[in-house]
């Protein structure tokens, strides 16, 4: 509001984070924790920012900081085996062929949505097999190996001169803004509508991770710069640990000649 950066107090953020956490959200009746907390951490950086840019006194106390977030459910939502082809059956029969193929490169790479919708010709080189992201979340660049279907996808798409996006917008030298509508479409015919479209690049971890992929290449795939971001996957990890296990065992009680 009209208050200057200086003369804000731990008090005032504490009752913003208040205010935010107690507000419920119409679509899930639930309190507005995870947004409160998004905006503690934003306070915090925008305090540092300030900091480094004289806007406040050098070493005063940043006013987000040691203030109690709220407790947070990790969303682990993904599309299962089972589930899938009423997906995919739904995702081809949408209209809008832009938004089609945003959904199946969603799932066939795991790129956020900012990355994939404003990804352009120059970061896809056919001949490598590659997607190379110079500017990503984790702040550093990104080597995405393309798979035989995203290739045939991005080979069936139509370049259009004069727009440098793979995905291109409605209007001209414009990339795809967003694909809400479609997907609201899509995941009603499949009978999906609790997936959001987050819910596909998570889809690309938990079934790299059921595959037997490690975390850390997981992590490496979705470009995840802080490693405890990947260990959602990790009860999948443990399932294929389980497995490898009982395969052990089999193979033990063969040898053994208890079991033949």
């Known amino acids: 509001g ?35 907390n998004r905006v ?43 589930e899938f082809p009423l997906l995919a059956a739904s995702i081809n029969a949408e209209p809008n062929k832009i938004a089609q193929a945003a959904m199946w ?15 352009e010709w120059s970061s896809v080189d056919m001949g490598s097999r590659e997607i190379r992201l110079g500017d990503t979340k984790a702040g ?18 139509t370049r259009i001169e ?7 917008g409605r209007y001209s030298g414009k990339h795809l803004v967003n694909i809400d509508k479609p997907w609201r479409r899509v995941r009603k015919a499949a009978g999906l509508e609790d997936v959001r ?12 991770a059921q595959d037997g992929s490690s975390l850390p290449l997981i992590g490496k795939v979705l470009n995840h710069s802080n490693s405890s971001t990947t260990q ?18 089999a193979e033990i009680m063969r040898r053994s000649g208890v079991i033949k």
């Open 2 to 36: 009209a208050l200057k950066a200086k003369a804000i107090s731990r008090d005032d953020v504490a009752a913003l984070h208040r205010k935010i956490g107690s507000q419920i959200n119409e679509k899930t009746k639930k309190p507005k924790h995870t947004s409160a």
């Open 40 to 82: 503690l951490a934003l306070v915090s950086k925008m305090w540092e920012l300030a900091e480094l840019w004289g806007h406040v006194e050098e070493g005063k106390p940043n006013p987000a900081r040691k203030i109690e977030h709220y407790k947070e459910i990790k969303r682990d939502r993904y599309v299962k085996h089972e």
């Open 105 to 119: 490169l969603y799932l066939l790479t795991g790129l956020r949505r900012s990355e994939l919708l404003s990804l």
């Open 140 to 157: 550093r660049v990104h080597y995405l190996p393309l798979s035989a279907p995203a290739i045939s996808i991005l080979q069936a798409m």
């Open 162 to 168: 004069g727009n440098p996006y793979v995905l291109t």
């Open 197 to 208: 479209l987050h819910d596909l690049r998570r889809t690309v971890g938990s079934w790299l």
């Open 232 to 249: 959602i996957y990790a009860r999948f990890a443990d399932d294929s640990g389980r497995e490898a296990l009982s395969r052990h065992g």
